[in-house]
């Protein structure tokens, strides 16, 4: 059975940092490239990153290149965000996808003084 | 951007009777492959989305047939032959044909 985890979230000060880590199991991570998406209460989803089975393509949303990093760890089945340089409007529910097909339960993210 | 937007926005349904979804998308979503990558997701309250069309029409192991898409270019639709209460929830149309990948507004789907 496809697993993801997310954990990582909290409550974090504006100007702040946090790193998110989706663990995943029963399925070959290695083999597949991975998303971070992330949602507002009450709102929309909005795609945040993307990462490449061999990691070799990296892509980011707009509102969060220069400030959120994305990495995996293909020994360890991991896929990391680290996010740095935190908004108020950074705050969302954050999720890691397989390929949109398998998604975690989430970890949220406040961002708030 | 590719900008994808959706029709209704909010849908109260019978059950048993069909409904269905429009998605719109500001661009071709044919990819230089020649396949389109049009995704339906439906997002249950307190849930995460789940992954039920992939590439149109394709249905997601699991997803039961009374879920169909189609369309083609920049006009899609996602049918639901007879609507079911388990079927409530958000309705998200998405494009990964290219970065960055852009979701629909969705669309509510309740029981009348």
């Known amino acids: 059975e496809v697993q993801l985890v997310e954990s990582g979230g909290g409550l974090v000060q504006p100007g702040g940092s946090l790193r998110l880590s989706c663990v995943a199991s029963g399925f070959t991570f290695s083999d597949y490239e991975m998303t971070w998406v992330r949602q507002t209460p009450g709102k929309g989803l909005e795609w945040v990153s993307y990462?490449?089975?061999?990691?070799?393509?990296?892509y980011y949303a707009d509102s969060v290149k220069g400030r959120f990093t994305i990495s995996r760890d293909n020994a360890k089945s991991s896929l990391f965000l680290q996010m740095n340089s935190l908004r108020a409007e950074d705050t969302a529910i954050y999720y890691c996808?397989?390929?949109?097909?398998?998604w975690g339960q989430g970890t949220l993210v406040t961002v708030s003084s | 951007d590719i900008v994808m937007t959706q029709t209704p926005l909010s849908s109260p349904v019978t059950l048993g009777q069909p409904a269905s979804i429009s998605c719109r998308s500001s661009?071709?979503?044919?990819?230089?492959?020649?396949?389109?990558?049009l995704t339906w997701l439906h997002q249950r309250p307190g849930q995460p989305p789940r992954l039920l069309i992939y590439k149109i029409s394709n249905r997601f192991p699991g997803v039961p047939d009374r879920f169909s898409g189609s369309g083609a270019g920049t006009d899609f639709t996602l049918k639901i032959s007879r609507v079911e209460a388990e079927d409530v929830g958000v309705y998200y149309c998405?494009?990964?044909?290219?970065?960055?990948?852009?979701f629909g507004p969705g669309t509510k789907v309740d029981i009348k």
């Open positions: 990462i490449s089975s061999g990691d070799n393509d990296i």
């Open positions: 996808a397989r390929r949109f097909e398998y």
């Open positions: 998405m494009q990964t044909t290219q970065f960055p990948f852009t």
């Open positions: 661009q071709s979503l044919v990819h230089s492959d020649g396949s389109a990558y």
